[in-house]
Each structure stands twice: as C-alpha cells, then as structure tokens.
C-alpha cells in the first residue's frame, strides 16, 4: 500500500520538453514511474525518446488524459506559467498535480490551490520535491536509489531533510515520502497526509518534518493528539534561528515564541510526538520506537 500514488499511476509530465523536465522525466522512469505523456501545446504530436522509451508529448493536459487515461501530472514550468499550468490540469479533472516550480507569486499559488480544491484535484507543493512510493514511483525529484519499501510513512516540509531522512533509515524502509513544500501556501498539508498514513495498513509509522515559522506544526500536533494512533516522531528545523530573521524557502518570521522550533516541539510533545534534536538522532527515535511497537505486539 501507499499514499497518494502507486505502481497504477499513469503520470504526464507539464514542462517534460524543457531542460528539467527532460532530466527528471528520465530519472523517474528510470524509477519505474508510468509515465504515459507529455505536455506543451506548441510540440504537440511529436514523441521524445528516453533511453530507448518514446513517450508522446500532447498539446493540453486534457488530451493527454483522454489518450491515455493519466491521473497524475508532474509540472516543471517556469513560475510565471505554473498558475495557468494547474488551472488546465485541474479543469481537465485530473486528481493529483505534484508542482515541483519555486519562485510562483504568492497570489497565484492562492489562486490555483483554491481553483484546484474546487475542482477536486490534489494539490502537492508548490516548490516542493515531490513524493515517492519506493518500488513503485517516483513523481518529482526525489533521488529513488537512496532508500526502499518500508514502513514509514515520512511528510515534509523540507526537500533537503526529507533525502537525509530516507537515507538515515535505508535499512528499513518507507510506505511514501511526501514533501509537501514550504512556501507560505502549499496544497497538500501535514494534516493530510496523517490522515492519508493513518489509514494505510502498511504505514506502521510517521516522521514528521517542520521547520520554524506559521502553525503548521503546531495544527498537526493537534491532529495527532485528536486523531492519529499511529506512533509519530518528529524533527524541525531551525532551533538556532535567530527571532526576526527571514530563515529559508519558507520565508518564516520568528517572533516572541511563536513560531519558534521550541514552541512546536512543545506542541508535538505534548501530543505524545517524540522529537529529535538532530536528523540523525530523529532516525535512533524512529528506530527504537519502530523496534518498541514491534515488541510489544509480538507479546
């Protein structure tokens, strides 16, 4: 099992014929992603050969979805088109668009995250590295050689820390790794993707990745305590960011306590959310409760 996307995803790719389009669509089909299309409207009809795969490159996302029947698409435009990008995949009705484009205007990544939630279509990010289904597929950026099918269910709000997690806990293995971005307004929330990891069977338990700045943290805190059953352990960035500084893609202002790494750790403890200090100290946390949770059942 997994969340949000499988061995059955059929995926198109918004952007595939520009450079990082070209790059990452290979190294997700290298993956094994399904990857059935392309899109870009002015090169439509033709097919772009990758390592001996010719995917076809469609002129709309709607066209592609009726050809091929894709319901995942990937979407490596530049920021000033990814607005009206996820406006088209949204209308065409397809129910996942993970946007991997930084630098997207505030105003527009408002615009289309309420235009898709209307519409019925997934938002993951923007700015954003993606998600992958080890074993399965890969839809975005993350390195798929780095870990393998587990039981951890891992959300992040940080690319960077998201691979150093996958890489620290290797050995055992992840169900999805979601990272859901950190710019101001993202689609997908850790809220969601609880809920998601809380009703998958294979999901045995959750890391949790924040960074300083907004209530993310300290809303999903209080998810877990009202909802979630699941073993739950965390790690946030930013314990030595200095109060009133912008830190980071998220463009976090601490100010006071709120915000503060030290105020969601508070929140998360208080939810029975175990907190690392450290990434690496954050995989010993995982492991030993992974190792307790087992033992308990067993007995």
Do not use: W
């Not at 870009?40 to 795969?53: C, H, I, L, M, S």
């Not at 403890?269 to 067993?298: C, F, H, M």
């Amino acid at each position: 099992m997994a969340i949000y996307l499988t061995k059955e995803s059929k995926v198109l790719v918004q952007g595939m014929t520009g450079g990082e389009g070209m790059k990452h669509t290979r190294r997700m089909l290298a993956a094994g992603t399904n990857i059935v299309g392309g899109v870009n409207p002015r090169k439509a009809g033709r097919t772009v050969d990758f390592d001996e795969r010719a995917v076809p490159v469609f002129g709309s996302v709607a066209d592609g979805m009726r050809a091929t029947g894709a319901d995942v698409t990937v979407v490596f435009v530049p920021p000033a088109f990814a607005q009206a990008a996820v406006m088209e995949a949204a209308d065409a009705g397809i129910g996942l668009a993970v946007v991997i484009t930084e630098g997207i205007p505030v105003h527009d990544s408002v615009a289309f995250t309420a235009y898709a939630e209307r519409k019925g279509t997934r938002i993951i990010g923007p700015n954003c590295p993606g998600l992958i289904t080890p074993g399965q597929s890969n839809a975005g950026i993350i390195p798929a050689d780095i870990t393998k099918p587990g039981p951890i269910g891992l959300v992040s709000k940080s690319g960077t820390l998201t691979y150093q997690l996958m890489y620290e806990l290797r050995d055992t293995g992840f169900s999805t790794c979601v990272g859901i971005g950190g710019d101001p307004v993202v689609g997908t929330s850790h809220i969601d993707c609880l809920a998601a990891f809380q009703d998958d069977p294979d999901t045995e338990l959750i890391v949790l990745i924040g960074e300083i700045g907004g209530d993310a943290e300290e809303r999903a805190a209080a998810y877990v305590r009202a909802h979630v059953t699941k073993p739950v352990v965390a790690y946030i960035a930013g314990f030595t960011a200095p109060e009133g500084r912008t830190m980071g893609h998220a463009g976090a202002i601490v100010s006071g306590s709120s915000g503060t790494a030290r105020a969601k750790q508070e929140a998360l403890e208080a939810a029975g959310v175990q907190v690392g200090s450290t990434p690496t100290k954050t995989a010993r946390l995982v492991l030993d409760r992974l190792n307790t949770e087992r033992d308990t059942t067993e007995s």
